[in-house]
Structures are given as structure tokens and as C-alpha cells.
């Protein structure tokens, strides 16, 4: 578990320092492709050291999830995929290469439920596999994500206040950090489609991956 732990802290600390004290002076240094090779390599290797110490760890449960809580997860997960897919599908503002002009006042999809929909559906996805694993190793795993997801969220909108200025600020005075912070929106037909063929086909492969369906009926 140790390894584990040390693991993670390597694969979310190396995230940080590349995203923000780092990337100024490696981009410099090895230009902006050299910079997101680096940047892929070290994510790469933290996340796949993460992944074989958790499958090396103890599985020692914690506390096992209520029924009532696996078809509410599945809710949960429905909407993480939703806002995953809308993040891919449409102008993401906060993402890394995304023109400054997406930063609208008048936000679309799934920017009106939150201005951080990549990061939430990670937050999300975390959020669940802590609550329904139950095990040491699943709530070290899921903390981590969650820690880089809504930590991450916050640098992201503290490095674009810095790059866009007033942009920015009328952006995040029309979007909300939290999801449905703002009230109930819609997120688009792609986004909303998208995410229900993304969680019917994860419903079924789930129990191929070594787990149960997303509704702990397997």
C-alpha cells in the first residue's frame, strides 16, 4: 500500500509541476512539442506505475456500499460520461489549445452545467468507485483523481484569469465551477447522446474489466 501511495502522489504531483511552475521553462527549453512529449511520458509512466501498484495492493475493504447506492452511482456516472463526451465534442475552454474566443459570456452545452466538464466527469468517476469499491486501495486510487480533477479545476481557472483577463471573468461570471451551480441546463443532443452510448457500452464491458455492472447486479 505504501508503493501505492507513493505511486499516486508521484503521478498528481508531477501533473502540477508540469502544468504550472514547470511548463514555462520546459516549453522554452524543449518547445511547445517537445514540452507535451515530456509531459505525455511522465503522465504515461506515473499513471501505469499507479495502476500496477494498486493491482499489487491489499484488497482490504473499508465498508461495503448500501444496495440503494449503485443504481444512484449509475445516475452519477451517467452524467460524468455526458459531461466527458461534451467536453470532447465542443469548444472546452479550459482545455490546453483551445482558442481564447471559446471563452464566451454566453456558454453552450455543456458549459452550462460547468465550466469544467473534463474535470468533473474525472471528479465524478472517482467519487463513485470510492463509494462502491469500499476497498483501501480503490478509495487511495479514487482520492487521487478527485484531488487532481477539482485542485486541477482550480489552477485552470487561476492560469486562464492570468492569460484571457477580463474574458475569462465574464466566462467564469456565466458558468459555474460546480455542476448545476447555476441551475438545471441542458447539455446538448451530442454531449447527451454521446454520454448515454458512452455509459451503455462501459455498463456492459464493466464486468470484463474485473468489476461489477454500473447497477451492482454482477
Do not use: C
Request: without cysteine; aromatic residues 12%; hydrophobic residues 60%.
Amino acid at each position: 500500500m505504501t508503493l501505492l501511495i507513493i505511486a499516486l502522489v508521484a503521478f498528481v504531483g508531477s501533473h502540477f509541476l508540469l502544468s504550472h511552475p514547470l511548463r514555462a521553462p520546459l516549453v522554452k527549453a524543449f518547445g511547445a512539442g517537445g514540452f507535451a512529449g515530456v509531459y505525455s511520458l511522465v503522465a504515461f509512466a506515473t499513471l501505469g506505475w499507479a495502476v500496477f501498484e494498486w493491482r499489487r495492493a491489499p484488497v482490504d475493504v473499508v465498508w461495503t456500499a448500501p444496495a440503494w447506492a449503485w443504481p444512484l452511482a449509475g445516475v452519477v456516472m451517467l452524467i460524468a460520461m455526458i459531461l466527458f463526451v461534451g467536453s470532447m465534442t465542443a469548444p472546452n475552454p479550459a482545455l490546453m489549445g483551445t482558442p481564447a474566443a471559446a471563452a464566451s459570456a454566453s456558454p453552450r452545452g455543456v458549459q452550462r452545467i460547468t465550466r469544467h466538464p473534463m474535470m468533473w466527469a474525472f471528479a465524478l468517476w472517482a467519487i463513485v468507485h470510492a463509494t462502491l469499491g469500499g476497498t483501501s486501495r480503490d478509495i487511495a486510487l479514487s482520492s487521487a483523481v478527485l484531488i487532481l480533477a477539482l485542485v486541477g479545476a482550480h489552477f485552470q481557472d487561476r492560469k486562464k484569469r492570468e492569460q484571457l483577463g477580463a474574458a475569462w471573468g465574464a466566462h467564469e461570471a456565466a458558468t459555474s465551477f460546480m455542476p448545476f451551480g447555476r441551475g438545471f441546463a441542458m447539455p446538448g443532443w451530442v454531449a447527451l447522446i454521446g454520454g448515454i452510448v458512452l455509459f451503455a457500452v462501459a455498463t456492459f464491458a464493466h464486468p470484463y474489466a474485473g468489476g461489477p455492472n454500473l447497477w451492482g447486479m454482477g
